[in-house]
C-alpha cells in the first residue's frame, strides 16, 4: 500500500503548461506502475498517462498524445506530468495512481490513488 499526494494543480491560460507531480509514501515505490487519470463531474475518471516499474509507458490516449509526458524518480518517489499546449477540455481533477501490476488503462486496475489535484485551463 502507497500513500500519494499530488500537487501542481492550477489555473493556466489556453496554450499555456503545468507540470503535476505525485510523491508517493510507504510501499516499495520503484515495483509500482503509476498512471495518471483525470476527471471532470458527471464523467468517468479517463486514463491520461502511465508507467511501469521499468520505464515502459502504454500509449498516450489521442487527446493527449504530443502534448503529455508522464515520466519518474524512483530515487524520489515521485510520477511527474508535464502538460503543454492546454485547452479547456483538459480541464479536470488530476489523480495520481499506483499498483503493482502491468499498468492496466482502467481505474479499477489501479489499488491506490490520491486525492486529486484541479487543473483549469481557460479560454
Known amino acids: 500500500q502507497v500513500q500519494l499526494v499530488e500537487s501542481g494543480g492550477g489555473l493556466v491560460q489556453t496554450g499555456g503548461s503545468l507540470r503535476l507531480s505525485c510523491v508517493a509514501s510507504?510501499?516499495?515505490?520503484?515495483?509500482?506502475?503509476l498512471a495518471w487519470f483525470r476527471q471532470v463531474p458527471g464523467k468517468a475518471r479517463d486514463f491520461v498517462a502511465g508507467i511501469s516499474w521499468s520505464g515502459y509507458i502504454p500509449a498516450y490516449p489521442d487527446s493527449v498524445k504530443g502534448r503529455f509526458t508522464i515520466s519518474r524518480d524512483n530515487a524520489k518517489n515521485t510520477v511527474s506530468l508535464q502538460m503543454n499546449s492546454l485547452t479547456p477540455e483538459d480541464t479536470a481533477v488530476y489523480y495520481c495512481?499506483?499498483?503493482?501490476?502491468?499498468?492496466?488503462?482502467?481505474?479499477?486496475?489501479?489499488?491506490?490513488w490520491g486525492q486529486g489535484t484541479q487543473v483549469t485551463v481557460s479560454s
Open positions: 510507504g510501499g516499495t515505490f520503484s515495483a509500482h506502475s
Open positions: 495512481a499506483a499498483d503493482l501490476s502491468w499498468p492496466g488503462l482502467q481505474p479499477h486496475d489501479y489499488a491506490n
